[in-house]
């Protein structure tokens, strides 16, 4: 026998079935709570997504400009690759922040893990220092390009930072 529910929707009777009748017009359905705090996780991830597009926004255009503005000081310049270098120690210091504060700052299990995800799966390892050297290529022209273009057109002709399947992938876009 089938029930069928609020929508016209018609599903086997077993255990678990609801009847026709059963889900009153404006209740929860099966399968949803209808709890306010489910509710006001959604609007606080939908808050958490656009506040994250607008600092990613914010980041970037300001990493431009500051590139830019130090880059065309008087004076001597830093050398690109030192910069580069030092963004990528920086994010590499980030992680493993990070992943120690994930191990509830567990030294040993940190070690551990790293051993496993780095040394004991290398090949992964492996496979992830190509696209690791082409990036670094391409931040050392990044900066070649901001020393000879105004921020604005190299702003709008260089590659976007986030493209739509990032923004996707935020729910976002």
Known sequence: MAAVGVGG????AGPGAVSAGALAAGTASAGETGCPSSRRRGGAH???KYI???VLVVQNASLILSIRYARTLPGDRFFATTAVVMAEVLKGLTCL??????KRGNVKHLVLFLHEAVLVQYVDTLKLAVPSLIYTLQNNLQYVAISNLPAATFQVSSKPSMAP?????????
């Not at 929707?9 to 086997?12: L, V």
């Not at 399947?165 to 876009?173: D, M, N, V």
């Open 165 to 173: 399947q990032e923004l996707a992938g935020l729910g976002i876009w």
């Open 46 to 48: 939908r808050r958490l």
């Open 97 to 102: 922040l990070l992943l120690f504060a994930q």
């Open 9 to 12: 929707s018609t599903a086997a």
């Open 52 to 54: 994250s597009l607008a």
